[in-house]
């Protein structure tokens, strides 16, 4: 219908029009799409499903208004609540920890293959290499600082300490995405549980959202729990290859220290 025709029904606020006007028997209502907390004009009558609202100068026929409070909204991250904050910061720190390290892990900043081509064919790591990775950097101080088989060992250990950085926070992850999704799945509950009134009618709006919130947070908690899984299992993988390769390269610069007194040019 022409909303012209119904000013008082169209003018209920300047920033807010009408979805539309309609027309049921004798009475007219207005569908309006308004935020949470709106005031309405006392004069009028109102029934609302969460953010759909009916005015109508006279009373709404129980028809619409059962139809209205039938309507179900799209599960979208509204329902998610305050949850949705933390839920998307885990979400934040699993794709940036699991691209750095992804970046950091890969073989030319770890174990280059030409290390492992020197040593495959027992020649000892040319000393002209640069400091561009973790095999070249262990390589660096056992050649040129003449270090101890104690000093090579602990510094081993420490570029792969810094290959595991952030590591941890996959697994907090893992194991507090789906916390997080608990947590709302019992606000949610105790939400509609507490509003509940006992004997009288549910209000189908307040079931309706906090239901959403018990489901959608622990799906949400999991859909970012399970992806996160796989990918800490992966990167520990590469983790676990990279360690060992350091390993390798470890033993066989302290074999020529032991055999020689001091690096030798050759492996033999």
Not at 229 to 256: C, F, G, H, M, P
């Amino acid at each position: 219908m022409d909303p012209a025709v119904f000013p008082e029904l169209n003018t209920v606020n300047s920033l807010h029009s009408p979805l539309g006007i309609y027309q049921l028997g004798n009475t007219v209502w207005a569908l309006y799409d308004l935020p949470a907390g709106f005031s309405f004009d006392e004069g009028l009558f109102h029934s609302s499903n969460l953010n759909l609202h009916i005015l109508s100068k006279e009373e709404i026929p129980s028809i619409v208004v059962t139809t209205l409070q039938s309507l179900t909204p799209q599960i979208g991250l509204r329902q998610l609540g305050v949850f949705a904050y933390p839920l998307a910061l885990c979400m934040v720190i699993t794709v940036f920890v699991s691209v750095e390290r992804l970046f950091s892990l890969r073989r030319g900043a770890t174990f280059p293959r030409k290390v492992q081509k020197a040593l495959l064919q027992g020649e000892f790591p040319n000393k002209k290499w640069k400091k561009g990775s973790a095999a070249e950097r262990i390589v660096h101080v056992a050649v040129n600082e003449k270090a101890s088989e104690e000093t090579i060992r602990a510094y081993a250990r420490l570029e792969i300490a810094t290959m595991e950085r952030g590591m941890y926070l996959l697994e907090v992850i893992i194991a507090g995405a789906p916390l997080i999704g608990l947590l709302g799945t019992v606000t949610g509950l105790v939400q509609v549980f507490s509003e509940m009134p006992a004997g009288g009618r549910v209000d189908q709006a307040l079931f309706s959202q906090g239901i959403s919130l018990a489901l959608l947070t622990t799906m949400a908690g999991l859909a970012i729990a399970l992806p996160t899984l796989l990918l800490n299992s992966y990167l520990q993988r590469v983790l676990d290859k990279r360690a060992a390769s350091i390993d390798w390269l470890t033993a066989r610069l302290i074999e020529a220290l032991d055999r020689k007194g001091v690096p030798p040019e050759v492996i033999r």
